[in-house]
């Protein structure tokens, strides 16, 4: 039986090429090459996820279909489709033919999905076909807390305002273990998938504590967020210190709107400006640069040099700008990615920013996603092009960006000590307003 199905996969898999390709087809070659089956399953899979499995292989296979027909077009730069079809055919006969226990209740279809995000790995390693939940999801019903990889467990940095966790006794520095009575098993992509669903619905969160070390279970309700200073709240801090948590959340159009509403409110308020980007992927690249813009009144943001060398687009600042002469401290980490990074860099070009922390990632490509088959919980993700901030060069750059100030941001520590720092820093700038000079002001820290 796993013979025929084996033979009728690659019937069709052949039938694709043929119908994409009216070229003389070369024979097959076999490699003897061993995949590591760890590498075969995709970051979002979950075998216990009823939506993931028995996923009927004839969609599998239109999806293979579409994905060749977009990476076609040339967005990822040359494509050659029988050396990805070959790649295809070669992994699925070899994790096929292994009797491997984590693969032993996979379908062919789960067997061939893995196959195609492996080879997809091969042309571009940011790429794979992500199948998530069929179920409808808003995005802001979820409980409020930020989490974090952190070797083998996914730990809670922060228990947000407003929000249903924060009404508990989980805080920050615990570890989460279960979502539903299913272990998260470390993934981090896992347990956001898990914990966000339907407004009202009711979810048990399995937590370890860092304190005690005891585990217990917590009932809650998700909530449905209605905007970003509902969710994420700017706080002030000491009357006139005001504190903007950017950190691990992901810069949409709503962030940007909701940023802006923040900045008109309190801008003839406050006397330093505290904006905090530590564990920031980005988001949407619009939405990065519409956030970098609101700190900007002229110049170049970004630059994006596409794959393909035919799309390449160049980003520049607006003339509006809010708080064009109040000084910002800002924060970022060695997790501050992506485009957060144009966020960082737009920030910490301003005459009167001190940054404060660990050099960035340094990552900067930029992805894309794009819906198979209609359906927008199952796409194709994959990179398109990369960042570049010297835009007379037109060189990217190998490394993140360093902060004028570097501190460790130890976030073992029950206490925001990198917080702390900024603080100590508004301080200084807080003492003379009328003169904002970065060189004396880090030399005044550094002395205390």
């Known amino acids: 039986?796993?013979?025929?199905r084996t033979v009728f996969i690659y019937a069709l898999l052949y039938l694709i090429a043929a119908c994409s390709t009216p070229k003389t087809s070369e024979d097959h070659q076999k490699t003897s090459e061993k995949s590591s089956i760890q590498e075969c399953i995709p970051s979002n899979f979950d075998k216990d996820n009823p939506s993931q499995k028995n996923i009927d292989i004839t969609l599998v296979i239109l999806y293979l279909k579409e994905t060749i027909d977009y990476l076609e077009k040339g967005f990822i730069g040359d494509f050659n489709q029988k050396e990805f079809l070959r790649?295809?055919?070669?992994?699925?006969?070899?994790?096929?033919?292994?009797?491997?226990?984590?693969?032993?209740?996979?379908?062919?279809?789960?067997?061939?999905?893995?196959?195609?995000?492996?080879s997809l790995k091969e042309v571009d390693k940011f790429s794979e076909i992500v199948v998530s939940s069929p179920n409808k999801i808003t995005d802001r019903a979820a409980i409020g807390l930020r989490l974090k990889k952190n070797g083998k467990d996914v730990k809670i940095i922060k228990v947000l305002k407003n929000s249903a966790a924060e009404k508990t006794n989980i805080s920050k520095?615990?570890?989460?273990?279960?979502?539903?009575?299913v272990s998260v098993d470390g993934?981090?992509?896992?347990?956001?998938?898990?914990?966000?669903?339907?407004?009202?619905?009711?979810?048990?969160?399995?937590?370890?504590?860092?304190?005690?070390?005891k585990i217990q279970d917590y009932w809650l309700t998700r909530k449905k967020v209605a905007s970003f200073s509902d969710y994420i709240s700017s706080e002030l801090i000491d009357s006139d210190v005001l504190y903007i948590p950017l950190d691990s959340i992901s810069i949409q159009k709503r962030t940007v709107t909701d940023l802006e509403s923040i900045?008109?409110?309190?801008?003839?308020?406050?006397?330093?400006?505290?904006?905090?980007?530590?564990?920031?992927?980005?988001?949407?690249?619009?939405?990065?640069?519409?956030?970098?813009?609101?700190?900007?009144?002229?110049?170049?943001?970004?630059?994006?040099?596409?794959?393909?060398?035919?799309?390449?687009?160049?980003?520049?600042?607006g003339s509006q700008i809010y708080l064009p002469d109040t000084p910002i401290v800002l924060l970022a980490n060695k997790e501050t990615a992506s485009?957060?990074?144009?966020?960082?860099?737009?920030?910490?070009?301003?005459?009167?920013?001190?940054?404060?922390?660990?050099?960035?990632?340094?990552?900067?490509?930029v992805q894309t996603i794009y819906p198979l088959m209609n359906d927008y919980y199952t796409y194709l993700k994959f990179s398109f092009g990369e960042m570049v901030f010297d835009i007379s060069s037109g060189q990217a750059l190998n490394?993140?960006?360093?902060?004028?100030?570097?501190?460790?941001?130890?976030?073992?520590?029950?206490?925001?000590?990198?917080?702390?720092?900024?603080?100590?820093?508004?301080?200084?700038?807080?003492?003379?307003?009328?003169?904002?000079?970065?060189?004396?002001?880090?030399?005044?820290?550094?002395?205390?």
Request: charge should be negative; aromatic fraction near 6%; charged fraction near 25%.
């Open 263 to 317: 900045l008109k409110k309190y801008k003839d308020q406050v006397s330093v400006v505290i904006v905090d980007l530590r564990g920031n992927n980005g988001g949407s690249l619009k939405a990065c640069v519409e956030v970098s813009d609101l700190f900007l009144n002229a110049g170049d943001i970004v630059k994006v040099q596409t794959k393909n060398n035919k799309n390449n687009m160049l980003f520049k600042a």
């Open 173 to 181: 520095g615990d570890v989460l273990l279960e979502v539903d009575g």
């Open 87 to 118: 790649s295809v055919f070669s992994h699925y006969e070899k994790l096929s033919c292994q009797n491997v226990t984590n693969l032993s209740d996979l379908t062919d279809s789960d067997v061939l999905l893995h196959s195609i995000n492996l």
């Open 339 to 365: 485009g957060a990074e144009i966020i960082f860099n737009s920030i910490q070009s301003r005459p009167k920013t001190i940054s404060l922390g660990e050099k960035t990632a340094g990552s900067f490509y």
């Open 1 to 4: 039986m796993l013979f025929i």
């Open 187 to 213: 993934s981090l992509d896992q347990a956001l998938l898990k914990l966000r669903g339907e407004e009202g619905s009711r979810v048990k969160l399995t937590i370890k504590s860092h304190d005690t070390k």
């Open 399 to 448: 490394d993140g960006f360093s902060p004028d100030i570097v501190f460790d941001d130890n976030e073992e520590q029950d206490k925001d000590l990198l917080l702390d720092e900024a603080l100590k820093i508004a301080k200084i700038i807080r003492l003379t307003p009328s003169q904002f000079s970065k060189g004396a002001i880090i030399s005044k820290y550094k002395e205390n």
